[in-house]
């Protein structure tokens, strides 16, 4: 628990409008997506990186807790007050400060949504393509902590990707930028990209400087069903073996695809086992000879449907499918496990056969859909918790789902982080060198382990 | 139980369970989008039932003014990954705040914590002595009273001039049209009754120039709307009751509607508040439901072709989306009539989809802050240089007049049957 000084201190910084630590509002900041609570003693919403700075210091000195947060949307919990202390909120801080049509390049702050922010530069004709599906509230701060990707990752890269420099208040409050405004910069260790990705544990940022490129002048998209999983794989190493790089390449498994045709009966034939969505954006002509030569490579590979959009409206009825698959998954059981596996993307048959073993194995049900173009698959294990025994069940059989992952050579997260709910797997991935490295930076970052502490490895 | 509201909470515990938290809300909430706080988006309000159900959180000032921080506009809900009903949530909360408080109504129980700051700065004083001329002719049971409560009349808010005639009394009950044509009940609302009577005449030129039978139940009464976002669920249920006598009394074709919130009630709140709660009724608030449509949708549905005008300049006409309208799949229809009509120059602004603030008695408590929602509203309406912005509820109507007029601009808020009736006579 704090005391009324260090309220008192805090209220100084941010002003009285902006800490509470009414009940009200500790409830309200005590979640995000993981389903868990812990509840804070104060929350704060600083304004600018002076603020943040103050608030880091105090901390220094008294000795209490800090865990940032944006908008609180993160799947692992890495937001969360953990161990009680305070909430810093960045979401004040939303400003675009500068978009560089010259150099394209934009400066923003990390409370700024990232819809908003792709919708400012699109204006320009611009593009920031990492399109994580939380988009529309997730925070760009909380992007380059989670270090966020989205459909659009096999063709553009990640969050880190458009990255170029950083304002970050770090853990003993003073105020570093890190990485700058040109393409090229060698000058030191690479604090930038070592920052994304960190979940809030090595800093706060508070002023970020994105790469932009030109925005695309056309996308096409097309549906495609096949009658086997092997054939949607096939046909993802078939399309990318030809030089061509989609802008994404969504798959949905058997199970998520009879889930969506259950519960809104878009009209999926009954052979259909597997589907991709296929997108591809560029030059105008470019993307029609692609759109004709992925229908030609993919035809021999047990394709029961091809339907390509001709305008915006047909491109996101297509989509629908895709999004339906969330809404539709309770139809099964009332809890789901959302877990965001990788491997590389020729493994893709492989770990869907893995997680099949694995549902077998343990007796419950796994929905997989996701990002076949890079390997990412979200696999849902859906159980219901109020039948004793299924939650440990569940457990057990992410765990397995991580090992196969692993033994695929991939990984157990490719974007929703470690925070909380991955900290104890986290040593099947990482050899205990490589945590000591880790934890030698986080001790040298935070001598106190005052900011966003209990996160990412197992902690003593 | 130290909180003693379990029984309205109760009815919606399952659907809490719902609630993932993932944060969807945050990005479709005018409140939140204003206030900037958890407490003021659905999943800080689902979190904060949940502790009201667990009985470790007071019902103190800071619950009332989270829960008063709602429009009850249905975004979240609509736009909700999991179908979490957050204003079946906030509408049930509120009532067992009220029970709580021992009032009948979260309005009355929110105007404690309220009136002692609000008061003085509304000039309350001048309110008290207007309001019985201003009510003369309002039912007591009438949302108008919530929409500008007696201690709130003198705010800065503008108030529409009250007709001389309610639009119902000045009608037969039926308006006889041409055989084989449908038969239509036409549901008024308060505002257009009382207020705007001019959207009441426009809808009945309408429907009659197709040919239909209007019906104008004199038994009917408000759609219980601004009650319900009181939390007096048992006041709606009467009105509810009443509404069905009158309007089951005829045989119809239709239950129409000109109003985005009256029509949100008797399609939406009434089978899913009322009818949840009373089984016996289901079945007649499932047939109303059914039957019930908003004009414009009808006056598509019968092949409405607005008449050439021929002379005269061309109105440039913008459109904003109603909340309850939009929620429930009426957007394209106004837009393809306005389109369609020869007098029109029709317009998209920026964000027509987006809440313009009033949200039923939101405006009343959080003035301010359904100003500051209206802001951007306001400015996307200027930037068309619209003559006129067109719009499908009477609240939408009186909150976007009120913003526009704060901008100083001129341009003229209509509803869309107005608009259609007006290009329809200098047709003729």
Redesign the interface.
Same mark, same amino acid.
């Given at each position: 628990m704090l005391d009324s000084k260090l309220i008192e201190k805090l209220t100084r910084i941010v002003g009285p409008e902006n800490i509470t630590t009414?009940?009200?509002?500790m409830?309200?900041?005590?979640?995000?997506?993981t389903?868990v609570?812990f509840l804070p003693d104060a929350v704060v919403?600083p304004a600018n990186s002076q603020e943040v700075s103050e608030i880091l210091m105090l901390a220094n000195i008294e000795h209490f807790a800090v865990f940032p947060r944006g908008?609180?949307?993160g799947f692992t919990g890495g937001s969360l007050p953990k161990s009680g202390g305070i909430v810093l909120v960045t979401?004040?801080m939303d400003r675009i400060l500068r978009i560089d049509t010259e150099n394209l390049i934009a400066e923003v702050e990390p409370g700024l949504?990232t819809?908003q922010f792709q919708q400012a530069v699109e204006k320009l004709g611009l593009f920031y393509p990492p399109d994580p599906a939380?988009l529309?509230?997730?925070t760009l701060g909380g992007n380059v902590a989670e270090n966020a990707g989205g459909p659009r990752c096999i063709k553009y890269g990640v969050t880190r990707d458009f990255v170029m420099g950083l304002e970050v208040v770090l853990p003993t409050g003073e105020i570093i930028r890190t990485g700058g405004e040109t393409y090229k910069g060698v000058v030191g260790y690479d604090m930038t990209h070592l920052m994304c990705g960190s979940e809030g544990t090595l800093g706060v940022v508070t002023k970020i400087i994105f790469k932009l490129l030109p925005y695309p002048e056309a996308k096409k998209t097309m549906l495609t069903i096949f009658d086997s999983i092997d054939g949607a794989a096939k046909a993802v190493s078939t399309i990318i073996g030809n030089k061509i790089i989609p802008t994404t390449l969504e798959f949905l498994d058997y199970a998520a695809l009879q889930c969506v045709e259950r519960r809104f009966k878009l009209g999926i034939p009954p052979e259909g086992r597997a589907v991709l969505l296929i997108e591809v954006d560029g030059d105008r002509e470019l993307i029609e000879k692609q759109a004709a030569n992925i229908h030609e490579l993919i035809k021999p590979l047990g394709l029961v449907q091809f339907r390509v959009a001709q305008n915006a409206a047909e491109s996101d009825e297509l989509w629908r499918v895709r999004r339906l698959v969330?809404?539709s998954l309770?139809d099964i059981n009332?809890n789901?496990y959302n877990e965001d596996i990788v491997v590389p993307r020729s493994k893709v048959p492989d770990i869907i056969r893995a997680i099949e073993k694995i549902q077998q194995k343990h007796g419950i049900t796994i929905v997989n859909f996701g990002h076949a173009g890079d390997g990412n698959i979200h696999v849902n294990v859906m159980v219901d918790n109020s039948i004793p025994g299924m939650e440990e069940k569940a457990h057990l059989a992410i765990k397995d789902v991580f090992q196969a992952a692993l033994d695929l050579n991939g990984t157990m997260s490719g974007e929703h982080g470690v925070g909380l709910s991955k900290a104890p797997f986290i040593e099947m991935e990482l050899s205990p060198q490589q945590i000591r490295a880790m934890k030698a930076i986080k001790a040298a970052l935070d001598p106190n382990n005052i900011l966003n502490p209990g996160k990412m490895f197992p902690w003593p | 139980m130290k909180n003693n509201i379990q029984d309205p909470l109760k009815r919606i515990e399952e659907e809490l369970?719902?609630c993932?938290?993932?944060?969807?809300c945050?990005?479709n909430c005018p409140a939140f989008n204003v206030f900037?706080?958890?407490?003021a988006v659905a999943?800080?309000k689902v %979190?904060?039932v949940q502790?009201l159900i667990k009985d470790d959180?007071?019902l103190d000032q800071?619950?009332y003014m %989270?829960m008063s921080k709602c429009l009850l506009c249905g975004s979240c809900a609509d736009k909700c990954?999991?179908?979490v009903p957050t204003d079946e949530i906030v509408i049930a909360a509120r009532e067992a705040l009220a029970m709580k408080r021992g009032t009948t109504t979260f309005h009355g129980a929110l105007g404690l914590v309220m009136k002692n700051r609000m008061l003085m700065k509304l000039g309350a004083a001048l309110g008290y002595v207007l309001a019985p001329l201003y009510y003369k002719k309002v039912p007591a049971t009438s949302g108008l009273r919530l929409r500008f409560p007696v201690p709130f009349i003198g705010n800065k808010r503008h108030i529409p001039m009250l007709a001389k005639k309610p639009f119902i009394d000045r009608h037969p009950e039926v308006i006889q049209g041409e055989p084989g044509k449908p038969r239509i009940v036409f549901f008024v609302g308060c505002m257009t009754n009382f207020a705007y009577t001019e959207i009441g005449e426009a809808a009945l030129a309408l429907f009659r120039h197709l040919g239909c039978t209007v019906i104008i139940p004199k038994g009917q009464q408000c759609c219980g709307v601004p009650v319900i976002s009181g939390g007096d669920i048992n006041a709606v249920q009467e009105l509810a009751v009443k509404n069905l006598e009158a309007i089951e009394k005829y045989e119809s074709d239709y239950v129409v509607t000109a109003c985005g919130s009256c029509g949100g009630a008797l399609h939406q709140l009434y089978p899913s508040v009322i009818g949840k709660r009373n089984p016996d009724l289901k079945q007649r608030l499932d047939v109303l439901a059914a039957k019930t449509i908003d004009a414009s949708q009808l006056l598509l549905k019968l092949g409405l072709k607005p008449a050439e005008t021929g002379a005269g300049e061309k109105v440039r006409v913008t459109y904003h989306d109603s909340c309850h309208l939009r929620t429930s799949g009426v957007a394209k229809q106004p837009r393809e009539l306005l389109r369609n009509t020869p007098g029109v120059e029709f317009v998209e602004m920026e964000g027509a989809d987006r809440c313009c603030g009033m949200g039923g008695t939101f405006n009343v408590y959080h003035y301010d802050a359904s100003m500051a929602i209206n802001d951007p509203k306001s400015r996307a309406i200027i930037a068309t240089a619209a003559q006129v912005v067109a719009t499908g509820c009477p609240g939408c109507i009186l909150q976007i007049s009120d913003g526009l007029k704060q901008h100083g601009s001129s341009v003229k808020v209509m509803h869309t049957l107005e608009l259609l009736a007006r290009q329809l006579a200098a047709g003729k």
């Open positions: 009414s009940r009200q509002d409830i309200c900041y005590a979640y995000d997506a389903q609570e919403h908008a609180g949307s979401t004040r949504v819809e939380s529309k509230f997730s969330s809404p309770k009332p789901k | 369970k719902k993932v938290k993932c944060g969807a945050r990005a900037g706080r958890e407490t999943r800080g %979190a904060l502790h959180l007071e800071d619950t %989270a990954p999991n179908d």
